[in-house]
Every structure is written in structure tokens, then in C-alpha cells.
């Protein structure tokens, strides 16, 4: 079940609108200023949310930009086509003026709601190290390996990007998609279990997912997913990716 929030101090709107919601398989939470809203949102993240723009305390456009990764449609009485374009570029999906139809609204939020078509293959596979994104079933060698939510969506994406440098702060932000619990504080020692767990592999310390001070950005932290030296050419990433074996 989808989850919206709606961000509105006019009760009689807001029992209209989530009657609606309701009906369509929707469950509706409220907030009805801008500073309820933040507090809502630094516990709960919902799947979209319909903002007014005229709120008590924090108003609509303030709230706005303080909401990262997630839809906002503006559900507001103010019709000024440059009030329109700069809150679509502040940042709202979408923007629908009061009065409106509710079928319309309904519409608008299936839109936003509607799951993209993925071109990745649900089976991804690096070396002897299998991740199944349908299932969420992780293998290495060839036995089943536990893992929990964010060690999933870690994994997921480094064998999405198998030869690419991912900064610290990018892992975070896709990684939210797949799990809030995730913190700059917390990310090391997913990491280190992660190893631990794709270590169990026959290959012996096969897979490494390096945590370095070599290597280094102005943005922080950067992951790769490494293979150590010996290995067939055909399985090493980009020289350039792996850490040096020398002196070691």
C-alpha cells in the first residue's frame, strides 16, 4: 500500500481528499502546518506528497526544498503561472490548482506513482557471486548468503556498477531507495559485514569491498567492488579501480 502524506490546515479539503485516497488503496497521513509536516517527515518517509502552499507557521515554499527524495505534487488555490514554474523548478513533481477535479488529482498521483520500467536483469552475477533482485537471495560459491535490508541494497548496487568508483555520499543517497536505515555513522560497519558475509565464498576472500584512505575525494569515502590479484584477466575490473598488491 501506498503511502501519500497531505499537508493541508483545511480539515474539510483534507477529509474529501483522503476519502478519495481511501478508496483507491491509498493510505493518507496529515500535517497541517509546515513545521508538523518537517517532524512528520524526520520520522516517516511517505511515497508522495500533496503539499498546499498556504500553511500556518512554515509556509508551502518553505517546506518544499527541505524535502529530498520524494514526489511533491502543490495542490494550491494560487493559479499565477510564475508561481507555478518556480515551484516546479524548486523542486514539485507536479502543481494542480484548487478548485480541481478528484479524478484529475487521482491521475496525477498514479502518474507519479507509477513504478518505472527497469532495464536491469533481476539476476545479477560478478565472478561466483549471485544477487537475485526479485527474490532478494544473495549466493556466493554457490551457497546462500545472508543479508539484511541496507547489506542487500548495498551489494545491489555495487554489482550494478561493477567497474565504477562510487563516492560515500552518492552509496547513501541510492541506497535510500532501498533502505532508510542506512547512516554516514553506520555505513562502515554495513560495509564490513557485507565483506565478511560475500568472503564465505569457495574463493577465499574473492570479493573485497575496500574502505580506504588511498583511496580518496574532496567528497569523502569512495567504494569499489575489487577483486585481488591472482585472477583470470577476464575477471579484473580496471587496473586503475584496484588497490595495489605490492608490499603487502
Keep these: 500500500m501506498k503511502n501519500i502524506l497531505l499537508i493541508d490546515d483545511d480539515i474539510p479539503i483534507n477529509n474529501l481528499i483522503e476519502e478519495a485516497l481511501s478508496r483507491e ?13 518537517l517532524l512528520f517527515l524526520a520520522q516517516t518517509k511517505p511515497d508522495l506528497i500533496l503539499l498546499d502552499l498556504m500553511l500556518p507557521g512554515l509556509s508551502g ?23 507555478k514554474v518556480k515551484l516546479l523548478y524548486g523542486g514539485a513533481v507536479d502543481y494542480i490548482t484548487k478548485p480541481f477535479q478528484i479524478k484529475e488529482l487521482l491521475a496525477r498521483i498514479s502518474v ?18 549471485q544477487l537475485n533482485t526479485d527474490t532478494r537471495r544473495a549466493a556466493a560459491g554457490g551457497h546462500e548468503v545472508k543479508l539484511t535490508r541496507t547489506e542487500y541494497a548495498i551489494l545491489k548496487l555495487l554489482m550494478q556498477n561493477p567497474a565504477q568508483v562510487i563516492p560515500k555520499s552518492r552509496l547513501l543517497d541510492r541506497i535510500s531507495e532501498d533502505t532508510p536505515d542506512c547512516t554516514e555513522n553506520s555505513l562502515k560497519m554495513h560495509i564490513s559485514n557485507l565483506r565478511k ?3 564465505r565464498s569457495e574463493r577465499n576472500r574473492l570479493y573485497r569491498i575496500r574502505v580506504g584512505n588511498r583511496i580518496q575525494t574532496a567528497a569523502g569515502i569512495i567504494f569499489t567492488f575489487s ?8 575477471l579484473r575490473l580496471p587496473d586503475i579501480l584496484l588497490p595495489s598488491t605490492k608490499g603487502r
Excluded: C, M
Design 25 to 37: 488503496g491509498y493510505h493518507v497521513s496529515h500535517a497541517y502546518s509546515g513545521t508538523e509536516a
Design 61 to 83: 515554499e518553505e517546506v518544499l526544498p527541505r524535502i529530498k527524495g520524494i514526489p511533491v505534487i502543490v495542490v494550491s488555490a494560487k493559479a499565477d503561472v510564475d508561481d
Design 112 to 129: 507519479h506513482l507509477r513504478e518505472p520500467v527497469s532495464d536491469v536483469p533481476s539476476e545479477l552475477q560478478y565472478a561466483d557471486l
Design 197 to 199: 558475509k560475500a568472503a
Design 227 to 234: 577483486l585481488p590479484f591472482p585472477l583470470p584477466l577476464s
